[in-house]
């Protein structure tokens, strides 16, 4: 029986491929059970041998007795008695034994089940399942276990819980107080522990992050006996998280970015903001954008930051050529116009020239990603510092070479809205000085009026803005009013130049530079109706203006604007034939006509500015 017994325990450790290793954990348990079988076989024993004294005695005194009333041979019945005696007891040790030994297979056929069911449940676990004793070293280690710690179980096996051959930090690398451990905490609370996190490095493998629940196994006197663990390696998973939580903060950072860049920045802005939202997200810890110029050095020089780090900034000396200082990322970046990532600084032969620097700065790993302009070659390269090494997964990595491609194309953007703005100035400047132009054509043939289109101009825009004109609206009414008398230019020199009033005749050629003056202006496309304003600045509310007599609404409200300006203006103006008439002529001259002649508001506004400290006239 004990060699099947052995037989189907080594049969369960092949199956396990776990042996044995160790007593079990109550011994306190092991003692009492082997009290009560000294007791009970005791008790068995006791009472045998008082059954068979009483035999003998009632048996031999039975025979004396009929020896003494029956002739016989009492030696026969004596063999007889001993006989039936053997018999009986036989047959009762016979059942006996056999309701023992009957209850005793089943026990060890349900142990060896169960044994059996452990060992296969602890084989077969996808966590690592660890034993300890209550002296904290490993009674028992599935294969997991082994696998999980790169340990032989000939070396696992009576080792302490945190033995040297696996060094015990925490999440962050940091040395783990012995008292935090789950061990020492199972053993002091004498409660299960779950979901502790911490992490191992064992000798000759990765560092790797463990999740641990753990339990107290109980001696029978209820005491602490040991623990038993279920440990998972998590390093993948944490991996995955901190994948996902970067890859967030790398997409918090693009659409603060493209927020920032909805409105006009100025390239240094976009750069500045760049660098800021990559560091504020924590994307990396210090971040830096270069200019890559195409000097005989090939040097790349540092234009924004953010983050700290600036002495290590300031000693930068990096290039794009095939020298030490282009070996690195940003040299390669450059040259290859591809995100370029270093994922351990210490070890990377391409950062040998500013390894110590970064180190000591606390940077482990890096990347540096073009910012490709106009030309498909980067104008910039994009460059930040992370603590933690391999900090930039493909995802990560991913989404870092989509916001120097955003932020190329920002840059490009504000290159073009430049040189739009620039455009437009050069447009608005050529506009100005073609109306200055044709202003001296005019004031060459009319020397009296020189400069009245300017100032009747200035004073058409300062009531536009006391009425609240929009900028285009007021635009128009600007040109408009420099170029209202550009008509002249076809009436005859010695009608403009007479030093005496106009006869009617004389006055009727004069009426005509409003048409004159629109045919030259409406086929020039200013965006504006600059042409019409200009032809209705004759124009009076009642009708009693030129050249078409229009009336009230039909007249443009620019135009009613300008006509106000310019009677003000001809009136303050000295003449060849006139001094100026004042102030109050014009004051009066304009309330008169205010609602008939006149629009009431813009005759309202040009008094204001008028009689105002501001007055442009």
């Known amino acids: 029986m004990d060699s099947d017994i052995r037989n189907d325990a080594e049969h369960a450790s092949i199956l396990a491929d776990e042996p044995l290793s160790a007593a079990p954990v109550a011994v306190g348990f092991e003692r009492k059970v082997r009290r ?43 063999t007889l008695k001993g006989l039936a005696f053997v018999l009986v007891t036989a047959a009762v040790l016979l059942l006996g034994l056999h309701r023992a ?21 602890a084989a077969t676990l996808p966590d690592a399942l660890v034993v300890l004793g209550a002296d904290g070293r490993i009674r028992f280690a599935n294969r997991q276990a082994r696998t999980l710690l790169g340990i032989s179980r000939s070396a696992l096996i009576g080792n302490a819980f945190d033995a040297p051959e696996w060094a015990i930090t925490d999440v962050d690398g940091a ?30 493998s990765t560092r790797k992050l463990l999740s641990v629940n753990a339990a107290p196994l109980l001696a029978a006197d209820g005491g602490f006996a040991g623990m038993v663990a279920s440990i998972r390696d998590i390093t993948q998973t944490r991996r995955e998280q901190i994948i996902d939580e970067r890859s967030s903060s790398v997409l918090r950072a693009l659409s603060d970015f493209d927020a920032f860049v909805l409105e006009p920045r100025t390239a240094h802005e976009i750069l500045e903001y760049a660098c800021r939202s990559l ?18 050095e090939r040097s790349v020089t540092p234009m924004a930051s953010s983050g700290g780090g600036r002495i290590y900034l300031d000693t930068l000396r990096v290039s794009w050529d095939n020298s030490d200082t282009g070996a690195g990322p940003v040299g390669r970046a450059v040259r290859s116009r591809k995100l370029v990532v ?3 600084i210490a070890n990377d032969p391409g950062f040998a020239h500013w390894r110590q620097f970064a180190l000591e700065h606390g940077f482990s790993c890096a990347f540096a990603a073009p910012v ?17 090494a391999c900090a930039y997964a493909e995802p990560v990595q991913e989404l870092i070479a989509e916001f120097s491609h955003r932020l190329g194309y920002a840059l490009e953007m504000t290159r073009r809205r430049a040189e739009s703005d620039l455009g437009a100035q050069r447009i608005a400047a050529a506009l100005r000085f073609t109306i200055i132009a044709l202003q001296r ?35 128009a009414l600007d040109i408009a009013a420099q170029l209202h008398d550009i008509g002249k230019m076809s009436v005859p020199a010695e009608i403009l130049s007479k030093p005496t009033r106009l006869t009617a005749a004389e006055y009727e050629l004069i009426k005509g530079h409003v048409e004159s003056g629109y045919r030259i202006l409406e086929h020039i496309d200013f965006g504006m109706p600059v042409a019409d304003i200009m032809r209705q600045h004759h124009e009076r509310l009642d009708g009693s203006g030129y050249p078409n007599g229009l009336h009230g609404e039909q007249i443009r409200f620019e135009a009613r604007v300008l006509a106000v300006a310019d009677v003000a203006e001809s009136m303050l103006s000295h ?43």
């Open 175 to 204: 040395a783990m107080d012995p008292d935090r451990l789950p061990f020492a905490r199972v053993r002091a609370q004498m409660q299960p522990v779950m979901d502790m996190v911490h992490a191992i490095h064992p000798v000759g």
């Open 575 to 617: 003449r060849p034939y006139r001094a100026s008439l004042g102030l109050d002529a014009v004051r009066k001259e304009l309330l008169a006509g205010s609602g008939t002649h006149y629009d009431a508001d813009a005759v309202d506004a040009c008094i204001q500015v008028l009689t105002g400290p501001l007055s442009p006239l």
């Open 279 to 296: 560091t504020e997200r924590g994307v990396c810890m210090m971040s830096w954008i270069g200019y890559v110029q195409a000097d005989t």
């Open 36 to 78: 009560q079988a000294w007791w009970i076989a005791t008790k068995v024993a006791g009472l045998y041998a008082v059954c068979g004294m009483v035999w003998i005695v009632l048996s031999d005194r039975l025979l004396g007795r009929l020896g003494a009333t029956v002739s016989a041979d009492l030696l026969q019945y004596g």
């Open 441 to 475: 054509m005019v004031e060459a043939r009319d020397p009296y009026t020189f400069g009245h289109e300017e100032r009747v101009a200035r004073l058409a825009v300062a009531i536009a803005d006391v009425l609240g004109f929009p900028p285009a609206q007021r635009q």
């Open 342 to 344: 270093v994922d351990d």
């Open 372 to 388: 490709i302009g106009r030309t498909d070659v980067p104008d910039f390269v994009l460059c930040g510092y992370h603590r933690e």
């Open 101 to 121: 030994l009957l209850r005793w297979h089943r026990f060890e056929i349900n142990a060896r089940a169960s044994a059996a069911l452990m060992w296969t449940v």
